[in-house]
């Protein structure tokens, strides 16, 4: 019974009534262009639907709501109390010795002067807490956009020669960074950064994670003539180049400051309950090699320090006794040779900064176990802010004696967590594509270039995308026995063919990238069909191609011809065409272009497999009783 | 009883036994990942399967069978006879009646020695005839293609200036061309080919047939001083620039001949039976006009002809008194200056010469009523070339006597029907926005250059598959009353949700593009349903969520990611996620993610969505029971 469908209904009769009580297929409610327009582009731009909160409220609540989301400060401020102001001291000052000694790093990878890096520590908290959403972000520098930063200004300006066009250049590139992000936000672009795949992402932590590591060889070395480029090759060559430049006392300092980090990281993460460990060790580094330089004088044995503000006199003129500096409004400068310099450094730091944000973002659920505990709300931000203010202050001066060497130490530890190798494994086990996407921005990233390093790694993981919809899937499928289920013959074992029946299903929307290739492996699979036993009951040649169409989405023109084209094929063989379970758009575009009626007969349109099985079955044998 | 689909079990109890007969699901066999690569390129590379007859033949028929595949002629060679021979000869002489002219013109269009263009229609089909497989075609120049590669050259080489040099560079790039066009064949590249939809080809062809008449203008008016340049714009400038050249005689005769042309053409359109009124048409044209000009002496009044050879003294010199030239090894040009422009030329002039041929070939079918009947073999590209090498041996020193104009008019009504408005008319109907990419095609083509129109038009298409795969759509299901089937509660206007119950489609792979849109979509349709009736009974609210997921043919790392985090979030919420109709590749994957063992709880993945309803309704109602 179980082999022979076409019995089932005769043996089960109570069923029958339920099984052959084919359902009607209908066509879609009607809807204009421009509705379906309209749906379409609000599911791309605003895919969050950001003002879902809004529907169906009073005007006034309205005006409230609308003011809490475009200042969040509006809507924990009112319920804040002491117990939240404890907390948020004690993770606002966490927060800021983390910041302090990567500021002052960050600004020696950008080759700005270190006060540079302790402001964006300042600053930008202060905005966040009044405009920003999350509890849990920290807003600061990011290491990889600092290095292509430096590195981009460099290879026009000298920092050193002329500091004051180097700093406006940084800071024109910065505010372009800023306005190339907040356009992707405002015209709700931000789906392109969809099509950074996570193992683009780890690939691309991991290299750049590499690329800034090399760059501290020259601090942890102790070298002083250095490569201005960043590639693994470059660098490598200019560090063994120059091996006479390295200094001992500098390698013995920043090898041991650096094993002390990664032993206070690596506590940190083994027992959570210890972060404060991996939280306060830069701050106690830089306090401790500070004291030692000078302590020992050792800026005078070959320890390179960081020299404060090391700017010409006429700008030291110009901001004389102030220690916190004006607005730098003046400095950003939308005129002159250098323009095009900045904008092109701030689209590709604005690229680069977004992706490292995201990326530590995306990896950030990963790393819950070492999360610094306590960041209750924004006022946590306005704590760091005012912690940096203070160092920025008062502090300053110290920083004069800090080592190189110990910033290099710092920058190393911090950027080494970026390099995730379990989740690489775990892209290994599961995706090999992926894995190669991987490898692609990795070692593209070390050694061509931070940019194409991405470049390409998008590049490939699109081309992934076009092939799957190039080359769609198309899956034989048989009936389980004792079901009215129909499933992929070579995963169910069980499941068995039908004679006279050819199901098929087609596991992707049809378009003008896969039409042509459809439609040749639709007539293999016939071919395939009739070459597997010439010899068969003539009752059982093959009359029926049925194509499960629940997984084609959607259709295009080429898709509808492809029908057409198809059917007209299958007429010449005496095969008949049966499309099952259309979904909305796809039966509307065949009904739009149907000429002669020929897709839209009810009796080549089922809701199911099961029931297009069983009602074509009763109408070959109603024919051949007939014929008799 | 409809409306409440958990009792129809205890209601239809003989059907109770197949309904409730939880088929249980299984994981697919184990493949490797070599035989995964394996199918993977063999389905990517050669779709077509073209070894597919070799397979389970004896060795020595193998060997039959390869050599025919390779030379079709060894397959229709015996079988050839006095008939078809016959048939061969007139659709040879046909087609040889339509090449001359349209040889000579395209060479024209090309700035090069009308004999060369001859040569195109005597060479090839020779080639074709031995290596080639379809009956049907007939190989000659196209129309743009020829058009660009002269405007390439011309632009660094003048033809009248140093014509030795410019023929020696345009069979360097026709070498070229061909060699670009040999690799994407030999590499199975042919793919790329289809990412040219159909819409993208009614536009350039439109586009490219504009163009191509708009250059004829020269010829039509008579004008002298013409711009080098394609676009619409610079020709139109030059041809009111140059008003004072037009000449009425050019004029005259060009627009009766135009007028000749399109009627001949149009009555063979409406009677396919007087095809060959269409075919002669040009060949009159070309004698008549060659005729009035010889009497008249037309050529001293304004009305240009064809110039026979325009080459240097030198190179009439090499090849003295030979009027079939041998063959032309020694033009090639690998060396020198201009062979980066040779490449340049040849891989562009290759790309579009493939794309007309394309879609000439895909809209073929739209043209059958316009079909050359009779050829029957390849023997009648032979027939073909026989005629034309008479026509270059013995005919030749009439063609000085051919006025441009007359080519002019042969061009524009061949490239006339290139312009196909109703297939045009047909996309918009269809599809919108592919309407817009044949807008883009078209436009491009005309204002801005033919390539660079062509390159818009496939990133404006491919950026809307991207989009879609961006912003999958998610499709709420309900329950058509009465059977256990459940379709999209928009489409199906009777089909009921299932109190308890959120069951969502997922209508594409899911992968690093939009598994952060998914999870979002997820949520926000879990946030509708409780947002939907907050004052439910207890026993209704959100228990399930039921993800069909028949139309994820394949998942990515991203994907697998996606499914983790949303497990965690409904966790969280006290909700359970249930998966239906996983295919193998998504459950392979999942399994092999799964650490915690989570995806593959046998209640948690079902065969059909009205399995997973039955035997979780089942589920909550043994609680709700055992717990009172």
């Known amino acids: 019974m179980e082999?022979?469908?076409?019995?089932?209904?005769?043996?089960s009769p109570s069923c029958?009534?339920?099984?052959?009580?084919?359902?009607?297929?209908?066509?879609?409610?009607?809807?204009?262009?421009?509705?379906?327009?309209k749906t379409r582009l609000?599911?791309?731009?605003f895919p969050d639907d950001p003002f879902r909160q809004f529907k169906g409220q009073p005007t006034k609540k309205k005006w409230v709501l609308a003011a809490q989301y475009i200042f969040p400060i509006l809507h924990w401020g009112p319920n804040y109390n002491l117990k939240l102001f404890k907390s948020d001291i004690v993770s606002g000052v966490t927060i800021a010795s983390l910041a302090i000694p990567q500021g002052i790093s960050y600004a020696k990878l950008a080759s700005l002067p270190p006060n540079v890096g302790l402001y964006s520590s300042f600053v930008p908290p202060l905005v966040y807490a009044v405009l920003g959403s999350s509890r849990d972000i920290a807003v600061g520098p990011v290491s990889i956009a600092s290095l292509i930063l430096g590195s981009m200004l460099t290879q026009q300006v000298s920092p050193t020669g002329d500091p004051v066009l180097f700093l406006q250049l940084a800071f024109t590139a910065t505010f372009f960074a800023g306005f190339f992000q907040a356009s992707l936000g405002f015209l709700r672009l931000g789906f392109i950064i969809d099509f950074l795949s996570k193992a683009t992402l780890i690939g691309f932590m991991a290299g750049a994670a590499i690329i800034v590591s090399l760059q501290q060889l020259k601090s942890l070395l102790g070298i002083t003539h250095f490569s201005k480029k960043m590639g693994f090759i470059p660098v490598m060559a200019s560090v063994f180049h120059n091996s006479q430049e390295w200094s001992w006392q500098t390698i013995l300092m920043g090898f041991s400051f650096l094993v002390f980090l990664l032993v206070a990281r690596h506590v940190s993460m083994r027992r959570p309950k210890l972060f404060w460990v991996s939280a306060a060790a830069p701050l106690v580094c830089v306090i401790l090699s500070t004291f030692l330089v000078f302590a020992f004088k050792a800026q005078h044995h070959g320890v390179g320090v960081v020299s404060l503000l090391p700017l010409s006199p006429s700008f030291k003129l110009q901001y004389p006794n102030n220690r916190l500096n004006p607005p730098s409004w003046n400095m950003l400068q939308f005129h002159g040779g250098h323009l095009g310099l900045s904008m092109k450094t701030g689209l590709v730091t604005g690229i680069i900064s977004l992706t490292e944000g995201i990326a530590v973002g995306r990896t950030f659920a990963s790393l819950m176990n070492y999360k610094v505990d306590g960041a209750k709300t924004a006022a946590s931000n306005i704590v760091m802010s005012i912690t940096v203010m203070v160092t920025l202050l008062f502090l300053m001066p110290l920083f004069q004696y800090t080592p190189n060497v110990v910033l290099g130490a710092i920058i190393v530890s911090a950027v080494v967590g970026l390099i995730d190798i379990p989740a690489a494994y775990h892209v290994w086990k599961m995706d090999k594509f992926d894995f190669i996407?991987?490898?692609?921005?990795?070692?593209?990233?070390?050694?061509i270039s931070v940019q194409h390093g991405l470049a390409i790694a998008v590049a490939v993981s699109i081309f992934k995308i076009l092939m799957q919809i190039t080359r769609p899937k198309t899956v034989l499928l048989g009936?389980?026995?004792?079901?009215?289920?129909y499933r992929d013959l070579h995963h169910y074992k069980e499941s068995v063919k039908i004679p006279g029946f050819l199901i098929l299903s087609i596991e992707a929307p049809i378009n003008f990238a896969n039409s042509t290739y459809l439609n040749e492996r639709v007539l293999r699979w016939i071919e395939e069909y009739e070459a597997e036993d010439p010899k068969m009951h003539s009752n059982s040649s093959l009359r029926f191609v049925i194509l499960e169409m629940s997984t084609v989405s959607t259709i295009d023109t080429s898709g509808v011809s492809f029908f057409k084209e198809l059917k007209r094929t299958m007429e010449k063989k005496g095969v008949e065409l049966v499309l099952v379970n259309l979904v909305?758009?796809?039966?509307?575009?065949?009904?739009?272009?149907?000429?002669?009626?020929d897709f839209m007969k009810p009796d080549c349109l089922f809701l199911t497999v099961g029931e297009a099985v069983a009602t074509l079955s009763a109408t070959i044998k109603g024919q051949s009783s007939n014929d008799v």
């Not at 009936?479 to 289920?485: A, L, N, S, W």
């Open 584 to 597: 909305g758009e796809v039966m509307e575009k065949l009904q739009r272009s149907n000429e002669a009626g």
């Open 479 to 485: 009936k389980i026995p004792g079901t009215d289920i």
């Open 437 to 447: 996407v991987m490898l692609c921005a990795f070692f593209g990233v070390i050694f």
């Open 42 to 45: 609000k599911e791309t731009l």
């Open 3 to 11: 082999s022979n469908p076409s019995t089932i209904q005769e043996q």
């Open 16 to 37: 029958l009534e339920i099984t052959m009580e084919v359902h009607s297929v209908v066509p879609p409610p009607h809807k204009s262009t421009i509705q379906k327009l």
